[in-house]
């Protein structure tokens, strides 16, 4: 899948052929359909790949110098050994050809800065104005080539990020504060919510001017972010005296703010961590807090937090309509790349929630920045996710959680393991290993969870290892794993239980059916395409 050699000789024709062909990629034509062009001229290549290829036409990469200075990336081409070379750009509907033969008679020669001179010579040229027709695809493309690059770019960067907290404190709490008399607000917020000096958001408010903290409302794990359960009662914090309400229990009322509370404060604060991924049941209290506070007519404030595992990935199949739950609130993909702020903002817009919303933005923080890049301390905003690492491999060994096997919840690495009493650990390995899956590697390991799923019990499996995470596409892993187990363990493996996390009936189907996952994971690329599309109205940071 363009790693080697391409399958294809060439279009040996005239200039005043060539041309008609370019216009026919522009325009349309009978012979080649649109969504023939289409494959043909976007990018298509493997995630490990760090060019940007269509089926048979070059759109960047170190060879496609031929563009020239003045087109866009989103125009595309090909070049010949001789010298030749087609460039076509749709978003200023300019096609450039050049016929040559450098190497005649002499067997020597080269084209390649002439190539480059003559498409910036006809590019300045030329009157050129943008296609408004294409400018959209353009945008999708480039925005495309940014996302795949830009955790690339940024893979060492120290930077020094300052959460919504800090930004809300150098501006005086002015976002929050009231006029005349103090603001009445509540917070939801857990262990994660503390500012650079290490203090609690809750500390850092109720001494805050012109605001009286009045409730705080804590999310699934508790206000400490410890329990595991969901037995989680109200409270009251001991060092403010501020009562603590729960927003976390095993049913829908239990997970919901109370009308009666809300009525009373002016707005709610939202301080809180997320892990990146659809499932995880933060992004979903976020969104029943905007329905609460739209009907009580009071506002959100949300202190944004960084996405930990960037926000330059969208990867993984967008839930179906309808199978909203505590782990879906929106149709959006299982990694999304986007903060708690742009979510929130999303989900106001696209479900007609309409509540009164203000972002405080996060000061210094790149959409392609890892957590670890970012110079915050890293706090586990749930008792399973303790590392950077197993949050990267969340979205991914997390989808298969529900069935019957261990993902290493009672072991000192969850989701960094996998397993089940049933399991062959070196035939697992072995097979997983030889798909080459993107960016992992897989260790046969015998483990013993104490809790969760065969608490006691010997597990078979593997141990999961991330060699390079901006290569790694933690959806596809799950589908990965899904189907492995599916085709090696048919009898034991449970695999319908994988349903209540996926929540997309065709990527069930074709695992089901023992459809390739790579073939699988190409099914999203389109429906992932248009939700860039929409995300890109909410996105808070370049």
């Not at 990018?43 to 003045?70: C, E």
């Not at 990867?315 to 879906?328: V, Y």
Request: aromatic share 8%; glycine share 10%; with cysteine.
């Amino acid at each position: 899948r363009m790693g080697g050699v391409a399958g294809h000789a060439g279009v040996f024709s005239t200039a005043d052929d060539l041309a008609k062909f370019a216009q026919a990629l522009l325009s349309g034509s009978a012979i080649l359909s649109p969504l023939m062009v289409e494959k043909m001229t976007t990018p298509q290549q493997p995630p490990t790949s760090t060019v940007l290829r269509g089926f048979g036409w070059d759109i960047d990469s170190p060879f496609s110098s031929n563009r020239g200075d003045l087109l866009p990336v989103g125009s595309f081409g090909h070049t010949g050994f001789t010298g030749t070379s087609l460039w076509i750009d749709p978003t200023t509907r300019t096609y450039i050809i050049i016929l040559t033969n450098a190497v005649h008679p002499r067997g020597k020669g080269s084209a390649v800065a002439l190539r480059s001179k003559i498409a910036t010579a006809v590019a300045a040229a030329l009157p050129l104005s943008v296609n408004e027709k294409d400018k959209l695809r353009w945008e999708s493309i480039t925005g495309y080539n940014e996302t795949q690059t830009a955790a690339r770019r940024l893979a060492s960067r120290n930077g020094t990020v300052q959460a919504g907290i800090d930004v809300l404190e150098a501006h005086g709490f002015n976002p929050i504060r009231g006029a005349a008399a103090k603001k009445k607000i509540g917070l939801l917020t857990n262990q994660t919510g503390i500012d650079l000096q290490g203090r609690r958001t809750i500390d850092v408010l109720s001494q805050a001017p012109g605001v009286s903290l009045d409730a705080i409302f804590s999310p699934e794990h508790g206000v400490t972010g410890s329990l595991d359960t969901t037995k989680v009662g109200n409270s009251r914090d001991e060092a403010t005296g501020v009562p603590v309400y729960s927003v976390y229990g095993g049913t829908d009322a239990a997970r919901r703010p109370s009308f009666e509370i809300l009525k009373t404060l002016d707005a709610v604060v939202i301080d809180i961590q997320d892990a990146g991924t659809r499932f995880y049941t933060y992004e979903t209290t976020l969104g029943y807090f905007l329905e609460a506070a739209a009907k009580a007519g009071i506002e959100i404030i949300v202190l944004d937090r960084p996405d930990p595992i960037t926000g330059s990935f969208v990867q993984g199949p967008i839930s179906d309509p309808g199978h909203e739950s505590f782990t879906n609130y929106g149709l959006v993909p299982l990694r999304h790349g986007m903060t708690m702020g742009e979510l929130a903002k999303l989900f106001n817009s696209e479900r007609n929630i309409n509540a009164s919303l203000q972002v405080v933005p996060l000061q210094g923080w790149m959409r392609g920045d890892w957590y670890d890049s970012v110079g915050l301390p890293w706090i586990n905003p749930s008792p399973n996710l303790r590392s950077l690492t197993e949050a990267t491999l969340y979205p991914g060994v997390g989808t298969v959680e529900g069935t019957n096997v261990s993902v290493g919840r009672g072991t000192d690495t969850p989701f960094e393991l996998l397993g089940a009493p049933w399991i062959n650990a070196a035939e697992l390995a072995q097979y997983l290993n030889a798909r080459n899956i993107s960016g992992v590697r897989f260790v046969p390991v015998t483990f013993t969870p104490s809790t969760s799923n065969y608490a006691g019990q010997t597990c078979k499996g593997v141990n999961i290892i991330v060699v390079e995470r901006n290569a790694f596409d933690a959806p596809e892993l799950g589908v990965e794993l899904a189907s492995a187990l599916h085709k090696l363990y048919a009898a034991q493996f449970h695999l319908e239980k994988i349903t209540d996390l996926l929540v997309n009936q065709s990527t069930y189907d074709a695992i089901a059916a023992g459809d390739d996952p790579r073939r699988i994971a190409e099914q999203w690329r389109e429906p992932l395409q248009k939700f860039q599309e929409l995300r890109q109205k909410y996105l808070i940071y370049k």
